[in-house]
């Protein structure tokens, strides 16, 4: 499976088998994280085996079950953090996909379990990437139109399948709030007004790069 496959195969996944994820695909996604987080300065760290982060009324309240292994999404303090972990956080999942695994992303309903992982000074936990082999492979979100979240006249045939692509990314209570325009080569991309729309952009533009080919455009 490739990322584009993955992307149009990878739906939100709230309920997971009491499977352990195998060694060589554990292996696999710390070597991912690891290049995450020396690439951007991140501090993502893969937590397994871990019950109590989704064994409480928060993870029931979020319709969650079975969830034992997640990514803690942390890196140090700044006003992009949250739009570099939406980015580096959805480049994991997509590729936890193409390993055969599935994943959620969680802002609230879990409980922080501060032994399961490291936030050092300066540095802020996000949220969290549920992770494991899901009891289904969950179902497609409604999305916007094209026309609605990117805005470009005469636009290149890798503007609108950048477009496309963003269009299948996960959103909080799948708002896609974020819009992409275009002058020239410069792909200017703009989080709305909400709850996580930071992350979501940071989500979004990673689908973009991945539909549109990152050496079609630069980002503004």
Not at 61 to 81: C, E, H, I, M, R
Not at 189 to 201: H, P, Q, R, V
Request: aromatic share 10%.
């Amino acid at each position: 499976m490739d990322i584009i496959e993955a992307m149009q195969k990878r739906h939100s996944v709230r309920s997971y088998l009491d499977k352990p994820i195998a060694a060589d695909l554990r292996e696999k996604l710390q070597a991912e994280i690891k290049s995450c987080n020396a690439e951007e300065g991140l501090n993502f760290q893969l937590v397994t085996d871990e019950e109590r982060a989704f064994g409480g009324l928060m993870a029931h309240y979020g319709k969650f079950s079975g969830v034992k292994n997640y990514v803690a999404l942390v890196g140090k303090k700044a006003p992009d953090l949250q739009e570099r972990v939406g980015y580096f956080g959805e480049r994991l999942a997509l590729y936890a996909q193409t390993l055969g695994l599935n994943t959620c992303w969680v802002a609230l309903t879990y409980k922080k379990v501060k032994s399961a992982f490291t936030v050092g000074t300066g540095e802020k936990l996000v949220c969290v990437l549920a992770i494991g082999y899901g009891s289904t492979e969950g179902v497609a979100h409604n999305s916007k139109s094209a026309a609605q979240t990117g805005g470009a006249q005469n636009a290149p045939g890798w503007f609108a399948k950048g477009v496309e692509a963003a269009l299948l990314a996960p959103t909080a209570m799948n708002q896609q709030k974020f819009r992409f325009s275009l002058d020239g080569r410069t792909v200017h991309a703009e989080a709305g007004n909400g709850f996580y729309t930071k992350i979501d952009l940071g989500i979004a533009k990673y689908h973009f790069e991945v539909g549109a080919g990152k050496e079609n455009f630069e980002w503004a």
